[in-house]
């Protein structure tokens, strides 16, 4: 079981940067793929970014550019830097885990992009 808890979401500008954490209960080491999702109000849960245990990452069109993920295994740590937010970025963001082929979820933290 991976627990995973988010943090850094808020009431941004557009154009402004928030930055997401997300912090897992396991060493990132063990993980195989760990990424951000989003779900806008009546939307379908969507891909933002993933970053495997090699340091792979793979982006949404949408945000190539302005987001950039990283993670630090010391801290167990995964990261989602936002940059040139916009209005359309607003949503729940979540931060994922496979380990294996179970899929681990956070709770969620909101991010709303005000124009």
């Known amino acids: 079981q991976v627990r995973l808890v988010e943090s850094g979401g808020g009431l941004v500008q557009a154009g402004g940067s928030l930055r997401l954490s997300c912090s897992a209960s396991?060493?990132?080491?063990?993980?195989?793929?760990m990424g951000w999702y989003r779900q806008a109000p009546g939307k379908q849960r969507e891909l933002v970014a993933s970053i495997t245990g090699g340091g792979n990452t793979n982006y949404a069109d949408s945000v190539k550019g302005r987001f950039t993920i990283s993670r630090d295994n010391a801290k167990n740590t995964l990261l989602l830097q936002m940059n040139s937010l916009k209005p359309e970025d607003t949503a729940v963001y979540y931060c994922n885990a496979f380990v294996g082929v179970l899929a681990y979820w956070g709770q969620g933290t909101q991010v709303t992009v005000s124009s």
């Open positions: 396991e060493r990132l080491f063990s993980i195989n793929i």
